[in-house]
């Protein structure tokens, strides 16, 4: 569009959602956490993840992000949810919005240590990824029992 009409309307990056994915990894019955050293939620609990890369497919994404993190290698089994973060400042105003796409990844090697923005990772049983016992992000229990449904649907035999 010209602009000529006098409607004048400039969107910033800002203003539109950002979309990042989350590497939601099984071994056996347990499920592969990293505590996060940066905004937003930092000190909590969650998937390894982040922003897509321009040119880069959601599992590209999840893997090389899993991959950073944790230095675990996995396949992706497929995309099976997404969920939105929506963060706040104290005025409460709409700061923040991710789209977080949740990919079911499946162990193949490697054993977990904190990298890139992680302070730590850690396989957490499933029946232990709660709020009682760890401080989560938003959705990280759920997301884990879905992830579980659907490996027990579609990938054990």
């Given at each position: 569009?010209s602009?000529?009409s006098g409607?004048?309307?400039q969107?910033?990056?800002?203003q539109r ?11 056996d019955?347990k ?12 000190g ?10 321009r ?5 590209e ?6 991959y ?5 290698i ?34 193949v090697?490697?054993e977990p240590?904190?990298?890139?923005d ?7 049983n499933?029946d ?6 760890l401080?989560l992000s938003?959705d990280?229990?759920?997301v ?14």
């Open positions: 569009m602009g000529q409607c004048e309307f969107e910033t990056s800002e959602p950002v979309v990042a994915t989350i590497a939601v990894l099984l071994k019955d499920v592969l956490l990293v505590r996060r050293s940066n905004p937003p939620d930092a909590r609990w969650g998937f390894p993840g982040g922003k897509i890369e040119g880069e497919t959601i599992e994404a999840a893997l090389r992000e899993l950073e993190e944790t230095n675990v996995a396949n992706v089994h497929r995309v099976f949810n997404a969920v939105d973060v929506l963060d706040f400042n104290k005025r409460g105003e709409l700061e923040y919005h991710f789209v977080l796409v949740a990919v079911l990844c499946v162990w090697s490697g240590f904190a990298g890139d992680a302070l730590d990772a850690c396989f957490f499933l232990d990824v709660n709020e009682k016992n401080a938003l990280v229990e759920k884990a029992r879905q992830a579980l449904a659907v490996y027990e649907n579609e990938l054990v035999e």
